[in-house]
T-cell receptor
Framework: AQTVTQSQPEMSVQEAETVTLSCTYD???????LFWYKQPPSRQMILVIR??????QNATENRFSVNFQKAAKSFSLKISDSQLGDAAMYFC???????????FGSGTQLTVLP | EADIYQTPRYLVIGTGKKITLECSQT?????MYWYQQDPGMELHLIHY???????EKGDLSSESTVSRIRTEHFPLTLESARPSHTSQYLC?????????????FGQGTRLTVV
């Protein structure tokens, strides 16, 4: 079974600064998908960014980018120019190549300080 | 916003009662999931489905059951609620193929069993 590990239960960042959230995963598959989801307080979980394992180029969505290290099985999220609205619980998730189960890490609570 | 809905949003119920948590999506997604989110915010997959009449148990053992009689509807039932079932339950859906792997989440049902 695949496992996803987020070793930082809590992180904080000053507004306008940059923060990196860590994620590692364990799999024997070569084809899979990785995601970062955001869950604001009392609101729906939404997708932040997605990475296909077969793509070497790191995914980027505006202020959000990832550092995907396939050999190291590492998938970190970088948030640039942090905003107060970025405060949320962030989950790293893994989807197998067969697109069957979606497995989540334990989450990182991000606080943005004004 | 995603077109996936969960009802009720909040439920307080006595021990031994039978309850059904509703989840519906209007996106035509084949895959649907139920996650249990504990107070530490970690998400555990308890059930998933690939389509009508297809249901599978997830990684976390659960006394709940699910059914998938219609594509858009994936209800979760507890025959006899217990205090240990107190948790937040999140429903999600996605396309079956690997072309579009994003999962969309409902707002969740906060269940309290007293």
């Amino acid at each position: 079974a695949q496992t996803v590990t987020q070793s930082q239960p809590e992180m904080s960042v000053q507004e306008a600064e940059t923060v990196t959230l860590s994620c590692t995963y364990d799999t024997s598959e070569s084809d899979y998908y990785l995601f970062w989801y955001k869950q604001p307080p009392s609101r729906q979980m939404i997708l932040v960014i997605r990475q296909e394992a077969y793509k070497q180029q790191n995914a980027t969505e505006n202020r959000f980018s990832v550092n995907f290290q396939k050999a190291a099985k590492s998938f970190s999220l970088k948030i640039s120019d942090s905003q107060l609205g970025d405060a949320a619980m962030y989950f790293c998730a893994y989807l197998s190549g067969s697109a069957r189960q979606l497995t989540f890490g334990s989450g990182t609570q991000l606080t943005v300080l004004p | 916003e995603a077109d996936i809905y969960q009802t009720p949003r909040y439920l307080v119920i006595g021990t031994g009662k039978k309850i059904t948590l509703e989840c519906s999506q209007t996106m035509g997604h084949d895959k649907m999931y139920w996650y249990q989110q504990d107070p530490g915010m970690e998400l555990h997959l308890i059930h998933y489905s690939y389509g009508v009449n297809s249901t599978e148990k997830g990684d976390l053992s659960s006394e709940s059951t699910v059914s998938r009689i219609r594509t858009e509807h994936f209800p979760l039932t507890l025959e006899s609620a217990r205090p240990s079932h107190t948790s937040q339950y999140l429903c999600a859906s996605s396309h079956l193929g690997t072309d579009n792997t994003e999962a969309f989440f409902g707002q969740g049902t906060r269940l309290t069993v007293v």
